[in-house]
């Protein structure tokens, strides 16, 4: 059965009450990101095979692990994780733009 509007909202406020400091600023851009109008603009002939051609890639090459990303640029996952727990040197700055 759905919660209402209400107990959805109270369920949230509880879990951001627990959250630690070092991921409320993940939760906040998060956020951000799915109540900006700019996002529900409609995808372009240009972004469908831009999508299918990832896609394609994907399934013809599989995945990457994370490990391999980051040693692309020169960092393991130690520095990843060490990065994760420092604070947001620029914390107003948006994610996507």
Same mark, same amino acid.
């Given at each position: 059965?759905?919660?209402?509007?209400?107990?959805?909202?109270?369920?949230?406020?509880?879990?951001?009450?627990?959250?630690?400091?070092?991921?409320?600023?993940?939760?906040?851009?998060?956020?951000?990101? %799915?109540? *900006?109008? +700019?996002?529900?603009?409609?995808?372009? =002939?240009?972004?469908?095979? /831009?999508?299918?051609? #990832?896609?394609?890639?994907?399934?013809?090459?599989?995945?990457?692990?994370?490990?391999?990303?980051?040693?692309?640029?020169?960092?393991? %996952?130690? *520095?990843? +994780?060490?990065?994760?727990?420092?604070? =947001?040197?620029?914390?107003? /700055?948006?994610?996507? #733009?």
């Amino acid at each position: 059965m759905a919660l209402d509007l209400q107990q959805e909202l109270k369920q949230a406020h509880a879990l951001l009450d627990l959250l630690p400091p070092a991921k409320l600023g993940a939760v906040r851009s998060l956020l951000e990101v %799915m109540v *900006d109008d +700019e996002d529900d603009e409609e995808l372009t =002939d240009e972004d469908r095979r /831009a999508i299918k051609v #990832g896609l394609d890639s994907l399934e013809k090459h599989g995945t990457v692990s994370m490990e391999e990303v980051l040693a692309d640029f020169g960092l393991t %996952m130690a *520095d990843f +994780e060490k990065m994760a727990q420092e604070p =947001d040197p620029h914390p107003t /700055a948006k994610l996507n #733009g």
